[in-house]
């Protein structure tokens, strides 16, 4: 089945450390972007790209940085700048990166910095 | 970048039909209408998108009246597996998905 695998399911990671995610899609899409769910919420679009090698910076960027090195992978590293990074991070790719282009999910990761 | 507002919550007994509206008043011209449906600790998933006039899949329906001001969302017969926070975002006019707001959405909540 195609789709979008995040991995880990739970992260915890210790104050000043970097993490990273990872999202890799099977779907052939061009597009994949990173958001970022606080409690009760909505997304927040943190980075997206459009085609690999490319990513540009989405709505709330600082402390985050990306890689598209591969069409199928996507990603997220977690930087200590990154003030408040406790989060549901979730990854999705698109066909294209047009509004006509839904959006296909992968099922997040949680991650927990003390 | 078209601005939506939608109920914080609503509720529905099993079986009713279930209807969300989602105001969206300076829509542009290009903007397609989408929602999406998120179960907890899970990623959202598309259920359905509309330009105009009405739109429906096995899962749903979509009304989007003439001046595309607003548009609502039918959710025929919900039972309690409907239970989940629905997003309806608009496109911003240079046709960029990238662009795409998720706001609170609508919290349903269903109950026999």
């Known amino acids: 089945d195609g789709g979008i695998t995040q991995s880990p399911k739970y992260l915890f990671r210790k104050e000043g450390q970097n993490v990273t995610l990872s999202c890799e899609q099977n779907l052939n899409h061009d597009a994949m972007y990173w958001y970022r769910q606080d409690p009760g919420q909505g997304l927040r679009l943190i980075y997206y790209?459009?085609?690999?090698?490319?990513?540009q910076k989405g709505d709330i960027a600082e402390g985050y940085s990306v890689s598209r090195e591969k069409k199928e992978s996507f990603p997220l590293t977690v930087t200590s700048a990154q003030k408040n990074p406790t989060a549901f991070y979730l990854c999705?790719?698109?066909?294209?990166?047009?509004?006509?282009?839904?959006?296909?999910f992968g099922n997040g990761t949680r991650l927990t910095v003390t | 970048l078209a601005k939506t507002t939608q109920p914080i919550s609503m509720d529905s007994y099993e079986g009713q039909e279930v209807n969300i509206t989602c105001s969206h008043n300076n829509i542009a011209t290009n903007d397609y209408i989408t929602w999406y449906q998120q179960f907890p600790s899970q990623g959202p998933r598309f259920i359905i998108q509309g330009y105009k006039t009405k739109v429906t899949n096995e899962v749903a329906s979509l009304f989007i009246p003439a001046d595309r001001k607003s548009s609502t969302l039918s959710l025929p017969r919900v039972s309690l597996s409907d239970t989940a926070v629905y997003y309806c975002l608009v496109g911003d006019d240079t046709g960029t998905a990238s662009k795409l707001t998720f706001g609170t959405g609508t919290r349903l909540q269903v109950t026999l």
């Open positions: 999705a790719s698109s066909v294209w990166t047009g509004q006509d282009s839904p959006l296909i």
């Open positions: 790209s459009q085609i690999v090698n490319d990513f």
